[in-house]
């Protein structure tokens, strides 16, 4: 069965795979949802979303 | 439809519910535009329940707990006993929380307290769904066995659903436009996406999240196939193999940080689901062709995609 399939039967048998060490970047502040989201990080501002984070700073603030 | 203004809100994303109340019912309880969508108007089988209030001064006594995380600035957990403790604050509201709110273990019953005249509350309306208290609320609750929240854009295209993660910058409202404009896909987000585990495999929800233009959308699709965004001069997809699979799906999901249960049931869930449903990487350009080149992929594999965009096979990269 192929992973397209997945669903629509019984799990294919896993392959081992040995292990392996991988380095990935993480955004602090993104991952833990500690910044303001509309002018803090590299995407959109969304226009209807209310921000409580730093509402000095945000053009999207709830106050 | 909206509720009366007395009435408590029932925000449901992902089958997942959490009803807010107030203790005054001269205050009104608002729901963000983006949230509106995602009100019920009753419970669901799974809903969590808030009893919120003006600050009266109660929690100020209390001892402080034992901090379990606390991202320095914007809001903290703490245990109390075998409760969880969650706290916001902001810069402008001075160094008390503008929102406390103490939950059992399991994040199903919450009773708390918030600044009047706080982003919160404010001239006598209450807005419960400010960022991020739901969102972290609801990743409590994902991580106990429920689901992963994931920084993507997601659609449902001709039955099919598709996800394209990405971290900030990486082009998930860019792709999401082009699906729009190509016409026929529904956009369940352009930047927060819930997956679950269901019995039919696995399936994508939209969240009223962080998105873009109104967009968001409290439907579902079928998860079909996953792309890791990757904006380049040109159209490409590879394959990736399932161990960096998961380390990709990772750096671009909302897990548990502070919960090695919640952390380990990420990584259980993103394995599993790399074994089951492919996981690509997107290199694309933001234009139309980008969109025939997931399409291939999606009908013919990674490989014919390439080769019918004019791309080379290559082996795949580490990321």
């Given at each position: 069965?192929?992973?397209?399939?997945?669903?629509r039967?019984?799990?294919?048998?896993?392959?081992?795979?040995?292990?392996?060490?991988?380095?990935?970047?993480?955004?602090?502040?993104?991952?833990?949802?500690?910044?303001?989201?509309?002018?803090?990080?590299?995407?959109?501002?969304?226009?209807?979303?209310?921000?409580?984070?730093?509402?000095?700073?945000?053009?999207?603030?709830?106050? | 439809?909206?509720?009366?203004?007395?009435?408590?809100?029932?925000?449901?994303?992902?089958?997942?519910?959490?009803?807010?109340?107030?203790?005054?019912?001269?205050?009104?309880?608002?729901a963000?535009?983006?949230?509106?969508?995602?009100?019920?108007?009753?419970?669901?089988?799974?809903?969590?329940?808030?009893?919120?209030?003006?600050?009266?001064?109660?929690?100020?006594?209390?001892?402080?707990?034992?901090?379990?995380?606390?991202?320095?600035?914007?809001?903290?957990?703490?245990?109390?006993?075998?409760?969880?403790?969650?706290?916001?604050?902001?810069?402008?509201?001075?160094?008390?929380?503008?929102?406390?709110?103490?939950?059992?273990?399991?994040?199903?019953?919450?009773?708390?307290?918030?600044?009047?005249?706080?982003?919160?509350?404010?001239?006598?309306?209450?807005?419960?769904?400010?960022?991020?208290?739901?969102?972290?609320?609801?990743?409590?609750?994902?991580?106990?066995?429920?689901?992963?929240?994931?920084?993507?854009?997601?659609?449902?295209?001709?039955?099919?659903?598709?996800?394209?993660?990405?971290?900030?910058g990486a082009?998930?409202?860019?792709?999401?436009r082009?699906?729009?404009?190509?016409?026929?896909?529904?956009?369940?987000?352009?930047?927060?996406?819930?997956?679950?585990?269901?019995?039919?495999?696995?399936?994508?929800?939209?969240?009223?999240?962080?998105?873009?233009?109104g967009?968001?959308?409290?439907?579902?699709a079928?998860?079909?196939?996953?792309?890791?965004?990757?904006?380049?001069?040109?159209?490409?997809?590879?394959?990736?193999?399932?161990?960096?699979?998961?380390?990709?799906?990772?750096?671009?999901?909302?897990?548990?940080?502070w919960?090695?249960?919640?952390?380990?049931?990420?990584?259980?869930?993103?394995?599993?689901?790399?074994?089951?449903?492919?996981?690509?990487?997107?290199?694309?350009?933001?234009?139309?062709?980008?969109?025939?080149?997931?399409?291939a992929?999606?009908?013919?594999?990674?490989?014919?995609?390439?080769?019918?965009?004019?791309?080379?096979?290559?082996?795949?990269?580490?990321?």
């Amino acid at each position: 069965m192929s992973r397209e399939q997945h669903g629509r039967g019984a799990s294919p048998r896993r392959s081992y795979q040995p292990p392996q060490l991988q380095k990935v970047r993480l955004i602090p502040d993104e991952a833990v949802l500690a910044s303001c989201k509309n002018n803090a990080t590299a995407g959109p501002a969304g226009p209807i979303q209310k921000c409580a984070t730093n509402p000095a700073v945000c053009s999207h603030s709830a106050s | 439809m909206p509720p009366k203004p007395d009435s408590p809100l029932v925000l449901e994303i992902a089958r997942i519910g959490l009803e807010v109340r107030v203790v005054d019912p001269e205050i009104r309880l608002v729901a963000e535009p983006a949230h509106v969508p995602f009100l019920a108007e009753t419970k669901g089988e799974d809903c969590a329940s808030v009893l919120l209030g003006p600050v009266s001064g109660r929690r100020a006594a209390r001892l402080p707990g034992r901090t379990l995380f606390d991202t320095g600035s914007v809001w903290r957990l703490e245990e109390i006993g075998d409760n969880r403790l969650l706290t916001f604050r902001s810069p402008i509201f001075g160094r008390d929380p503008y929102l406390s709110v103490e939950f059992d273990r399991d994040y199903m019953h919450g009773q708390g307290e918030t600044l009047d005249g706080g982003p919160v509350l404010t001239g006598g309306e209450l807005h419960p769904f400010v960022y991020p208290f739901d969102e972290v609320v609801f990743l409590a609750r994902l991580s106990r066995g429920r689901g992963v929240l994931v920084h993507a854009c997601g659609l449902a295209f001709n039955g099919r659903g598709i996800l394209f993660l990405g971290t900030s910058g990486a082009g998930k409202s860019t792709t999401a436009r082009l699906w729009k404009e190509r016409g026929g896909a529904t956009i369940l987000s352009d930047d927060r996406i819930v997956i679950r585990r269901e019995a039919e495999g696995y399936r994508i929800y939209g969240t009223p999240w962080h998105g873009e233009a109104g967009w968001e959308t409290p439907a579902s699709a079928r998860l079909d196939a996953v792309y890791i965004l990757d904006q380049a001069p040109r159209n490409r997809v590879q394959e990736i193999s399932p161990n960096a699979a998961v380390a990709q799906m990772m750096v671009r999901a909302f897990p548990s940080m502070w919960d090695q249960n919640g952390l380990e049931f990420a990584v259980r869930f993103l394995a599993d689901m790399a074994d089951l449903v492919p996981v690509r990487r997107l290199q694309f350009l933001p234009e139309p062709s980008a969109i025939d080149c997931v399409l291939a992929a999606c009908n013919g594999g990674a490989a014919e995609a390439t080769l019918r965009n004019g791309g080379t096979q290559e082996p795949e990269e580490e990321p």
